[in-house]
C-alpha cells in the first residue's frame, strides 16, 4: 500500500523523508521517491525498486532543502518505472498519492486537449498538472488545490508542495488515511501516526473529506464544503494508546474504514487500468482455459468469499464450480479429475482444515492455488500459486478488509478466466474491469451510511433472532451478514436464499424478528421483493439494504431502507458488505460485547 510523508522542517528534509518512508515499508511498494523545495524550485528524486536504491542515488546525488514530501508505491496505473514513481510534477507543483482516480482517463484527455505534456502513465500525474493549471490561470496555491478536489472521483490522500513556496504543505484526505503532525516550528503529514512518531508525538488525524493548509506555524483544516474545522490533536500520551487503532474506537471499526485503501491496493496487483484489463504476472501466471472444474475450499468468513466467486466463475467463464467447507472437504474424498484445479482462500494462510485440504488435491496430483493475505504462511509456501490480498494486518477477530480484498482477488480471477475461456470478449472485461476500478470510491461512499446504520443498529440490538435473505451473489452475502451479527453481538442470526424462506424459515416470522433483505437492484430483485412482502405480510420487520434504483422500484413495506449508491451488478457484493459490516459493528456497540475479541473466537484457527 502506498505511503505518504510531507515535512515542513527546519534541517534538510531529503534523509527524513526516507527514513520516515521506511516505517511505511510494511505497507508494500515497488517504487519510492522524494520532492524537496531548494531555494525555491522544485527538485525530485525517484527510483523503482526497494528504497535502498532510492538512498542509493540520493547518497550519489544529494538534494538539499527544508520543506519536502516521499511516497512509496505500490503501483496501480503503469508498471514499476522511475518515470511513474511519486512524486509526479507539473509546472509549480509537486504532488504524493496514495489511491485511484477513477476519472483519470476523461481528465487526461481534457488536459491534453489544453496542451498539457504528460510522462507518465500514472493517474497521479493528472492530479498535478489540474493543480498547475490553475496556478497557471492566477490561482493561489491554495483556491487551486480547492478548485481541483471536487474534479476528482475516487479514493485518494494527497500531499502537495509547491514551487516558491517553501512554508506551505497541503494534504487532503478522501477514502485513504492522512495525518497531520504538529511539532515545534515543524509540521508534518503522514499516512499513519507511525511514520511520524520520531518528530512528534502530537497527531492530529483527517476525517473523510478534510482538507489541510500547513505552515511551519500553522494548521488549517478544511471539510468537503470548505469550511474550517477542528480535528482533535492527540497528546503524546494517547498516541501511545492508539498508534493502531488511530482515532477509532476498535481495531474492527478502523479496518472496516480502511476499505477503500486496501481494495485499490489489492485490486492494483491484478488489473491493469492503463488497459483496463486483467493482469496475472510474476508468479501469478495461471491459464484456466484447459480446466473442466475448479475446486474451491475456506471456513467462515473466506467460506462466503469463496461462494460469490462460484457465482462469478460459473457466470462469466463458465467454469463449473464445487465449493466445501474445509472441515468438511478434508473428510469428504471427494474424487479428484486430471482437469481440475484447487483454489483454497484463508487470511491468516494457516487455517488448520484449509491447509488439510490443500494438501489432500496436491497429493492427488493437481494444481493448488490461493488467496491469502499472509504471504509468508503455510498455505502461501505450499500452495502452487499464490494470489496475495493486500488488506494488511487485520487485528479484529471478525474480518471485514480480508473479506472484501477476497472478493477483488477472486472478482479479478473471474473477468482473466473469462477471457482465456472465451466467454468475455475484450470489450466486455474493460467494462468489468471500469467497474472494479471504481469499487474503491464506491466503497467510499457507502462508508458515508454509517450514521444512518448506526442508528438502525440500536432498535436491532434488542432482538433475539435476525434473518438474512439474498439471492444470487446477495446470498452468500446473506449468510456473511448472520455470521458477523452473530459473531461480535451474540445474537443468534442466520442467513438464507430468499426463495428458500417459504420452504421453512417463513415459521419463525413475527413482528420481534427482523428480516435483513440485501437487494441490490439486479435480475432477480423482482423475486426478492416478492419475498420481502411474504415477510410484511406475517408482520415481519423488513429492513432493505438496497442501491438507489432498487429503492425507487420497491414496492414493498420495509421498517427500515438503507440505499447505497448505484453499482453495477459484478462488483455489488463488495460494495453491499460494507452496510452488513457497519450494522453487526453498531450492534455489537450498543450492546456492550468485546467487539474485537468477541467471546470463545481465535483469529486464526490452526487446530480442528
Same mark, same amino acid.
Given at each position: 500500500m502506498c505511503g505518504i510523508v510531507g515535512i515542513l522542517g527546519k534541517q534538510p528534509v531529503a534523509s527524513l523523508l526516507v527514513d520516515a518512508l521506511k516505517r511505511l515499508e510494511y505497507r508494500g511498494y515497488d517504487s519510492a521517491g522524494v520532492a524537496t523545495l531548494d531555494a525555491g524550485q522544485l527538485v525530485r528524486c525517484r527510483a523503482p525498486g526497494k528504497l535502498r536504491n532510492l538512498q542509493d542515488k540520493?547518497?550519489?546525488?544529494?538534494i538539499a532543502g527544508l520543506a519536502g514530501i516521499g511516497h512509496t508505491r505500490w503501483a496501480t496505473h503503469g508498471a514499476a518505472t522511475e518515470a511513474n514513481a511519486h512524486p509526479h510534477s507539473a509546472p509549480g507543483v509537486a504532488v504524493v498519492h496514495n489511491g485511484i482516480i477513477?476519472?483519470?482517463? *476523461?481528465?487526461?484527455?481534457?488536459?491534453?486537449?489544453?496542451?498539457?505534456?504528460?510522462?507518465?502513465? @500514472?493517474?497521479?500525474?493528472?492530479?498535478?498538472?489540474?493543480?498547475?493549471? %490553475?496556478?497557471?490561470?492566477?490561482?493561489?496555491?491554495?483556491?487551486?488545490?480547492?478548485?481541483?478536489?471536487?474534479?476528482?472521483?475516487?479514493?485518494?490522500?494527497?500531499? !502537495?508542495?509547491? %514551487?516558491?513556496?517553501?512554508?506551505?504543505?497541503?494534504?487532503? =484526505? =478522501?477514502?485513504?488515511?492522512?495525518?497531520?503532525?504538529?511539532?515545534?516550528?515543524?509540521?508534518?503529514?503522514?499516512?499513519?501516526?507511525?511514520?511520524?512518531?520520531?518528530?512528534?508525538?502530537?497527531?492530529?488525524?483527517? &476525517? &473523510?473529506?478534510?482538507?489541510?493548509?500547513l505552515t511551519r506555524n500553522s494548521c488549517e483544516i478544511?471539510?468537503?464544503? /470548505?469550511?474550517?474545522?477542528?480535528?482533535?490533536?492527540?497528546?503524546?500520551?494517547?498516541?501511545?494508546? @492508539?498508534?493502531?487503532?488511530?482515532?477509532?474506537?476498535?481495531?474492527?471499526?478502523k479496518e472496516i474504514h480502511e476499505q477503500p485503501e486496501v481494495i485499490g491496493h489489492t485490486l492494483s496487483r491484478y488489473l491493469d487500468l492503463s488497459k483496463m484489463q486483467t493482469t496475472f504476472t510474476n508468479g501469478t501466471s495461471i491459464d484456466f482455459a484447459p480446466l473442466d472444474r475448479l475446486i474451491i475450499s475456506a471456513c467462515g468468513t473466506a467460506y462466503y468469499a469463496g461462494l460469490v466467486a462460484k457465482y462469478w466463475f460459473e457466470r462469466?467463464?463458465?467454469?463449473?464450480?464445487?465449493?466445501?467447507?474445509?472441515? *468438511?472437504?478434508?473428510?469428504?474424498?471427494?474424487?479428484?479429475?486430471?482437469?481440475?484445479?484447487?483454489? !483454497?482462500?484463508?487470511?491468516?494462510?494457516?487455517?488448520?482444515?484449509?491447509?488439510?485440504?490443500?494438501?489432500?488435491?496436491?497429493?492427488?496430483?493437481?494444481?493448488?492455488?490461493?488467496?491469502? /493475505?499472509?504471504? *509468508?504462511?503455510?498455505?502461501?509456501? %505450499?500452495?502452487?500459486?499464490? !494470489?496475495?490480498?493486500?488488506?494488511?494486518r487485520e487485528i479484529g477477530v471478525a474480518s471485514t478488509k480480508a473479506f472484501?480484498?477476497?472478493?477483488?482477488?477472486?472478482?479479478?480471477?473471474a473477468v482473466h478466466a473469462g477471457v482465456q475461456r472465451g466467454h468475455v470478449s475484450a470489450d466486455e472485461a474493460a467494462a468489468l474491469?471500469?467497474?472494479?476500478?471504481?469499487?474503491?470510491? @464506491?466503497? /467510499?461512499?457507502?462508508?458515508?451510511?454509517?450514521?444512518?446504520? *448506526?442508528?438502525?443498529?440500536?432498535?436491532l440490538s434488542r432482538a433475539r433472532d435476525v434473518?438474512?435473505?439474498?439471492?444470487? @451473489?446477495?446470498?452468500?452475502?446473506?449468510?456473511?451478514?448472520?455470521?458477523?451479527?452473530?459473531?461480535?453481538?451474540?445474537?443468534?442470526?442466520?442467513?438464507?436464499?430468499?426463495?428458500?424462506?417459504?420452504?421453512?424459515?417463513?415459521?419463525?416470522?413475527?413482528?420481534?424478528?427482523?428480516?435483513?433483505?440485501?437487494?441490490?437492484?439486479?435480475?432477480v430483485f423482482e423475486k426478492t421483493?416478492? /419475498?420481502? &412482502?411474504?415477510?410484511?405480510?406475517?408482520?415481519?420487520?423488513?429492513?432493505?439494504?438496497?442501491?438507489e434504483k432498487g429503492a425507487a422500484a420497491c414496492g414493498a413495506p420495509t421498517w427500515r431502507t438503507v440505499v447505497v449508491p448505484d453499482v453495477p451488478e459484478f462488483i455489488a457484493p463488495i460494495v453491499f458488505a460494507l452496510p452488513v459490516q457497519l450494522l453487526a459493528y453498531h450492534t455489537a456497540v450498543f450492546m456492550g460485547t468485546d467487539v474485537d475479541q468477541p467471546r470463545n473466537l481465535a483469529k486464526s484457527v490452526t487446530v480442528e
Open positions: 540520493l547518497e550519489r546525488a544529494p477513477e476519472n483519470y482517463l *476523461e481528465l487526461r484527455g481534457e488536459l491534453q486537449a489544453g496542451g498539457a505534456k504528460l510522462s507518465s502513465d @500514472t493517474d497521479t500525474e493528472v492530479v498535478a498538472h489540474m493543480v498547475s493549471r %490553475e496556478l497557471a490561470r492566477g490561482a493561489s496555491p491554495r483556491d487551486a488545490v480547492a478548485v481541483t478536489l471536487p474534479r476528482l472521483k475516487g479514493a485518494f490522500a494527497l500531499a !502537495f508542495i509547491f %514551487e516558491g513556496q517553501e512554508d506551505l504543505l497541503i494534504g487532503a =484526505r =478522501r477514502g485513504s488515511p492522512l495525518a497531520v503532525g504538529y511539532g515545534e516550528g515543524e509540521m508534518f503529514l503522514g499516512s499513519d501516526a507511525i511514520a511520524l512518531s520520531p518528530f512528534t508525538d502530537r497527531i492530529s488525524y483527517l &476525517e &473523510e473529506g478534510d482538507w489541510v493548509v478544511m471539510d468537503a464544503s /470548505n469550511a474550517p474545522v477542528e480535528r482533535p490533536v492527540i497528546s503524546s500520551q494517547a498516541v501511545s494508546l @492508539t498508534i493502531d487503532k488511530g482515532n477509532y474506537r476498535h481495531f474492527m471499526a462469466y467463464a463458465r467454469l463449473p464450480v464445487d465449493i466445501d467447507v474445509a472441515s *468438511e472437504f478434508r473428510y469428504r474424498e471427494m474424487p479428484i479429475r486430471k482437469g481440475d484445479m484447487a483454489l !483454497f482462500i484463508s487470511q491468516s494462510g494457516e487455517t488448520a482444515d484449509t491447509l488439510a485440504g490443500l494438501r489432500y488435491c496436491k497429493s492427488q496430483g493437481i494444481k493448488v492455488a490461493a488467496v491469502v /493475505n499472509v504471504p *509468508e504462511s503455510t498455505i502461501a509456501r %505450499e500452495a502452487d500459486l499464490v !494470489f496475495p490480498t493486500i488488506a494488511g472484501t480484498c477476497q472478493l477483488a482477488v477472486l472478482a479479478s480471477l474491469v471500469r467497474s472494479l476500478a471504481e469499487v474503491p470510491g @464506491t466503497v /467510499n461512499r457507502a462508508l458515508s451510511l454509517e450514521a444512518e446504520v *448506526e442508528a438502525l443498529a440500536q432498535p434473518l438474512y435473505l439474498g439471492r444470487g @451473489t446477495s446470498f452468500p452475502l446473506a449468510m456473511e451478514g448472520a455470521l458477523k451479527l452473530k459473531e461480535i453481538s451474540y445474537i443468534h442470526a442466520e442467513g438464507y436464499p430468499a426463495g428458500e424462506l417459504k420452504h421453512g424459515p417463513i415459521a419463525l416470522i413475527d413482528e420481534d424478528v427482523p428480516v435483513i433483505v440485501i437487494a441490490p437492484f439486479d435480475q421483493v416478492s /419475498n420481502m &412482502e411474504e415477510v410484511a405480510a406475517r408482520g415481519g420487520k423488513v429492513v432493505l439494504i438496497t442501491d
